[in-house]
Each structure stands twice: as structure tokens, then as C-alpha cells.
């Protein structure tokens, strides 16, 4: 079995797509994937399936479209694939409240979108992943899940550095 990290995309935010946590255990459980974890009310998940990720994505799809009744994109990563995000991180570290990881569904080939007005914040595209540095913080920053949605065709879905952190420390525990 594979340990996986699973990232739900706009889950009980703003009251919207409401899942309480222990429900989303349950019906992870009821899907039988194996020592599921969930980790803050924001949709990170931790699991070990013999499934690929493109079958764990649409099983937690079509469950969630099927006990809750809304669309909620899911994207996995395995704990290799994490730990390599977080030791890729191209920026400073310096201050953790302004770093982020956006992950992408699909691995995308451009390395540069057309951005106005992002001061000084920066990214990095690298594959299936954005590498974000936001000192202007993330409440002000342009460079959003939407905005590399529309310029790069994909789904994302951001983590800060803390939280991924603590997602890769709880998977390998």
C-alpha cells in the first residue's frame, strides 16, 4: 500500500461545501482506503491505497458528488512527490506566512503567464506545481488558485508552508 496526501479544493470556506470532518473520514473509510487521516477543516487528507491517484481523485470525486452533493476537485500527491515540492521550494523560508505551494492537477509546460500587478510578490511553475512568495501577503496577492486555473488550463489547490509541512509530517509518522 501507498500513503497519499489528498487536497480538497474550496471545502468549508465561507460557509460553502460544508464537510465535517469525521463524515469525510467515514466516507474514506467507506471507499476502504486504508489509515485515513484528516488534518484541519480546509480538506487535507492523508490515506494509503493499492490505487493510483488519478483512481483515488475520482473515487473521493464521485463519493463526495454522491453523499454531500456538490463538485469538488481532489488532487494527490504521493509522500516522495511532497517531500520533493517542499525540498524544490525556491524561495526564501524565512518568513513561513507568505510562502505557499499551489498544486496542480496536471503537469503543465509553460514556465511563465502573463501577470500584472504583482509587486513584489513571485512564482515559480515547475511541472504540476507553483512555488509562491507572496510578501505583500496572501489576502493582497494576484497570484491565486484562480488566476493559474484560467492561464494554465488546470485545477489548483494552495497550501501554505506550514501546513504542507505538517501534512508530510503526520504521512510519515
Do not use: H
Amino acid at each position: 500500500m501507498k500513503k497519499y496526501i489528498v487536497l480538497l479544493r474550496g471545502i468549508n470556506v465561507s460557509g460553502k461545501n460544508k464537510i465535517p470532518m469525521a463524515d469525510l473520514r467515514e466516507l474514506l473509510n467507506d471507499l476502504d482506503f486504508q489509515n485515513v487521516q484528516t488534518y484541519i477543516q480546509s480538506g487535507n487528507i492523508i490515506l494509503e491505497s493499492d490505487e493510483g491517484k488519478s483512481v483515488i481523485c475520482n473515487k473521493i470525486k464521485d463519493g463526495i458528488q454522491s453523499k454531500f452533493g456538490f463538485d469538488v476537485p481532489v488532487i494527490a500527491r504521493t509522500i516522495p512527490e511532497w517531500k520533493k515540492a517542499i525540498a524544490n521550494y525556491p524561495f526564501s523560508t524565512d518568513n513561513t506566512k507568505i510562502v505557499a505551494f499551489v498544486f496542480l492537477n496536471k503537469k503543465v509546460y509553460e514556465t511563465k503567464i502573463e501577470v500584472k500587478g504583482i509587486n513584489y510578490d513571485e512564482y515559480l511553475i515547475d511541472k504540476d506545481m507553483v512555488f509562491i512568495y507572496c510578501p505583500s501577503g496572501f489576502a493582497k496577492t494576484k497570484l491565486s488558485n484562480n488566476l493559474f486555473e484560467r492561464k494554465l488550463n488546470v485545477t489548483a489547490t494552495t497550501r501554505n508552508y506550514n501546513t504542507a509541512l505538517k501534512l508530510l509530517e503526520l504521512a510519515t509518522k
